[in-house]
């Protein structure tokens, strides 16, 4: 157990819909990251969240939004969802700035039908 | 830009060692990582190496850096089963703290 959990493990969703996705950093790690992974695109990652301010933006669609609480939980918002946003969808955090690198949470299963 | 190239797949036999191959294109980066995946998990930091490095070693995991050609290695000594997985290869920034990842290193050990 890395200490990041996600929850759900897997959702299956029809197109057009709408998901919510989970996840409670380590103890202490006040950033959050999500990162999507697919086949054919690798590790892309979508957004930072540091002590419930926006810190970096990747390759996030305007589809999808993300926000963190001020109890330092994330959830990351997936609309209007197609088959290509099936995939896996990593949260990780980190106690400052990342420089010793990520725990990642087991990820979040997407499929899209 | 921002760039981590790796070959996708690798096979030895256990007990061989193991070199993993990485090249980045960012001279800025100062911090490079190795994470594993296994199947059905999350990745795993396996090691990390300050830019300022040339090599480093964690048990059977030696890592060598470089900076003049861009280029990561990952070398896995006594190689066993329970080392096949993916490895990735990523590379953070000087000044952002978002790490870029290669698309990964499927590493095969055959008994």
């Known amino acids: 157990d890395s200490g990041v959990t996600q929850t759900p493990k897997h959702l299956i969703t029809a197109t057009g819909q709408r998901v919510t996705l989970r996840c409670s950093p380590r103890?202490?790690?006040?950033?959050v990251y999500w990162y999507q992974q697919s086949l054919d695109q690798g590790l892309q990652f979508l957004i930072q969240?540091?002590?419930?301010?926006?810190?970096a933006k990747g390759n996030i669609l305007e589809r999808f939004s993300a926000q963190q609480f001020p109890d330092l939980h994330s959830e990351l918002n997936l609309s209007s969802l197609e088959l290509g946003d099936s995939a896996l969808y990593f949260c990780a955090s980190s106690a400052g700035t990342g420089s010793y690198g990520y725990t990642f949470g087991s990820g979040t299963r997407l499929t899209v039908v | 830009g921002e760039d981590v190239e790796q070959s996708l797949f690798l096979s030895v036999r256990e007990g061989d060692s193991s070199v993993i191959n990485c090249t980045y294109t960012?001279?800025?980066?100062?911090?490079l990582y190795w994470y594993k995946q296994e199947p059905g998990a999350g990745l795993q930091l396996l090691t990390y190496i300050f830019s300022n490095m040339d090599m480093k070693q964690d048990q059977r995991l030696t890592v060598l850096l470089n900076k003049k050609d861009k280029h990561l290695s990952l070398r896995i000594a006594d190689t066993q089963t329970g080392d096949s997985a993916i490895y990735f290869c990523a590379e953070n920034l000087s000044g952002y703290s978002t790490l870029t990842f290669g698309k990964g290193t499927m590493l095969l050990v055959s008994p």
């Open positions: 103890s202490g790690d006040l950033s």
């Open positions: 960012d001279s800025s980066s100062t911090y």
């Open positions: 969240y540091y002590n419930g301010e926006e810190r």
